[in-house]
């Protein structure tokens, strides 16, 4: 097995473990009692994600596929805010007509 990604933490190991198991590539996340020696704070790059040596290529990347779309910002056209915010005003739509009812009911 060869690591090939060292993670800020056990959970961000796992997700990148998941994206490569979706993938075909079967991983191993290590790490997790070394993470638990620290006590309740998170422990910092003590997650690791290994995978064996003939898959570490393809899984380089695809990490570096996840990497640059996190970094990617995702943009809404301007028809899609719109449509947005109008579901914004919806909770206090249910509101006002709960008011009613009650209003009405007393």
């Known amino acids: 097995m060869q690591e090939i990604y060292r993670a800020a933490d056990i959970t961000e190991a796992h997700i990148i473990a998941g994206m490569l ?3 075909g590539i079967d991983s191993h996340v290590g790490g997790h009692y070394l993470q638990g020696g620290v006590g309740e704070l998170g422990a910092i790059n003590f997650a690791t994600v290994s995978v064996s040596e003939e898959d570490a290529v393809r899984g380089l990347e695809l990490i570096r596929e996840y990497e640059q779309a996190a970094e990617t910002p995702v943009r809404l056209s301007q028809s899609e805010g719109i449509k947005l915010s109008h579901y914004m005003f919806l909770p206090l739509v249910v509101l006002l007509i709960c ?3 009650y209003l ?3």
């Open 99 to 101: 008011f009613v009812i």
């Open 21 to 23: 198991d979706a993938s």
């Open 104 to 106: 009405i009911a007393v």
